[in-house]
């Protein structure tokens, strides 16, 4: 499966579509020091298959390209991080 990764403005979103249906998303707002991550979802279809974890993943590979501090304000998302201390350094 394969995480896309779209940018409008200020907001993005890391997510999975298969045949035009949006099956997981992480979003997220950003600034010139930070991206707030928002809102993570998984389908159903996909629940126990790890994606909830490799939307963070994606997330906090791009914080780290982009010199950003990463703010987790969904409880899914800060969970993830706070469990994965090699995710710790974005915060």
């Known amino acids: 499966m394969i995480i896309k990764h779209s940018e409008e403005g200020d907001n993005g979103v890391f997510y999975i579509e298969e ?10 707002q950003k ?6 991550v928002d809102h993570t979802q998984v389908d ?9 974890f ?3 993943e994606k997330g906090v590979e791009y914080a780290r390209e982009a010199n950003l501090r990463m ?21």
């Open 19 to 28: 045949n035009g249906q949006l099956l997981a998303e992480m979003t997220y």
């Open 54 to 56: 490799e939307l963070v």
């Open 71 to 91: 703010v987790p304000v969904c409880e899914f998302a800060k969970a993830v991080i706070e469990k994965t201390k090699k995710f710790q350094d974005v915060l």
């Open 31 to 36: 600034d010139n020091e930070s991206m707030v």
């Open 44 to 52: 159903e279809s996909l629940q126990g298959k790890n994606v909830g």
